[in-house]
């Protein structure tokens, strides 16, 4: 199968683009510039030049292709909205080039949006979820003659990271503390990006239209684990912030610190026969490349 991927260099596109390649697909990449370009050919995929904001290029790359893999996002949380209006118009794009052809397409969402994969909340009752738009929008296009999945992503780790852990990193080292909120209670599933990579292979070749996965392999690791393993390795203490100080002590990340996040994905592995076996969170997390690496 030729298979369009946005995000083709990213996290977890680039782990993605080499799970299709390994199993025998051809990859037609989005590369905004030449250096992602230059990565993107390295792999053996074939590079398809534009961007998210470039409709036309999304267009036409999902109509060069036998499916799509929807991987990219701006991860702007300085002005976040702006991201998930790009991320709803791509989308729409990517349906618009696909309808009635029942081929298959694969979008990237959030955990936020429910805890098993049979829960999608109404976008009208729940503003607080802006990504939801999109993933109902794919959820609708079983109706037009596309083969149309939603994997739902939680926290993705693995080396190369660069998201909320090495961010709770970067925190710590700035403000010589490890810190969590309140009790720490509150838990994030998490994936290894490989195992998350095969999932997305798995839907692709098998997700019937209409299908939401969910991309869990820690159904819930609480947030107090994390930051203890964190002061450990930069050798911190270990603090509570209060729930009100989250946002002054974290920043942009303090809803997400606070945010119980947890998600199982047993529906998931039971419909695809997926397993995850990389290794865990905190057991990742223990490695040096998460604190090594620039910040």
């Known amino acids: 199968m030729r298979v369009f991927v946005t995000g083709a260099t990213g996290f977890v596109g680039g782990a993605v683009v080499r799970e299709l390649l390994d199993s025998g697909h051809q990859v037609l990449g989005l ?11 390295a792999t053996g995929a074939e590079v398809h ?20 893999i929807h991987t990219g996002f701006i991860h702007d949380f300085s002005n976040y909205a702006a991201s998930v209006v790009t991320d709803l118009n791509a989308v ?25 994969e049979d829960d999608v909340p109404d976008p009208s009752a729940r503003p607080d979820l802006p990504r939801l738009p999109a993933e109902v929008t794919v ?36 403000k010589g503390v490890s810190a969590y909120v309140g009790a720490g209670t509150n838990r994030w599933a998490a994936v290894h990006r490989e195992d998350a990579a095969l999932l997305y292979r798995l839907a692709l070749e098998n997700a019937p239209a209409g299908t ?11 947030v107090r684990e ?3 393993v964190i002061g450990k390795r930069l050798d911190l203490p270990v603090t509570s912030v209060p729930a009100e100080e989250a946002g002054t002590h974290f920043g942009w990340l303090g809803h997400f610190v606070s945010s119980d996040l947890k998600g199982t994905s047993t529906l998931t592995q039971k419909r695809f026969d997926w397993t995850p076996t990389r ?17």
Do not use: C, K, W
Not at 49 to 68: C, I, N, Q, T, Y
Not at 93 to 112: K, Y
Not at 212 to 222: M, Q, R, S, T
């Open 279 to 295: 290794i865990g969170l905190l057991a990742d997390l223990d490695h040096d490349y998460y604190f090594n690496q620039p910040s």
């Open 139 to 174: 959820l609708a296009a079983a109706a037009q003659g596309i083969r149309a999945s939603v994997i739902r992503l939680p926290q993705v780790h693995g080396e190369g990271d660069h998201a909320f852990v090495p961010g709770l990193i970067d925190i710590a080292r700035a």
């Open 92 to 116: 729409r794009a990517l349906v618009d080039a696909l309808s009635g052809s029942d081929r298959p397409l694969v979008i990237s969402s959030v955990m936020s949006h429910g805890p098993t």
């Open 212 to 222: 939401v996965l969910h991309a869990v392999a820690d159904e819930g690791v609480p």
């Open 31 to 41: 590369a905004r510039s030449d250096t992602s370009a230059e990565q993107l050919a």
């Open 49 to 68: 030049r534009g961007s998210l904001e470039d409709l036309d290029a999304l267009r036409a790359g999902a109509s060069a292709a036998d499916g799509v």
């Open 226 to 228: 994390i930051a203890e």
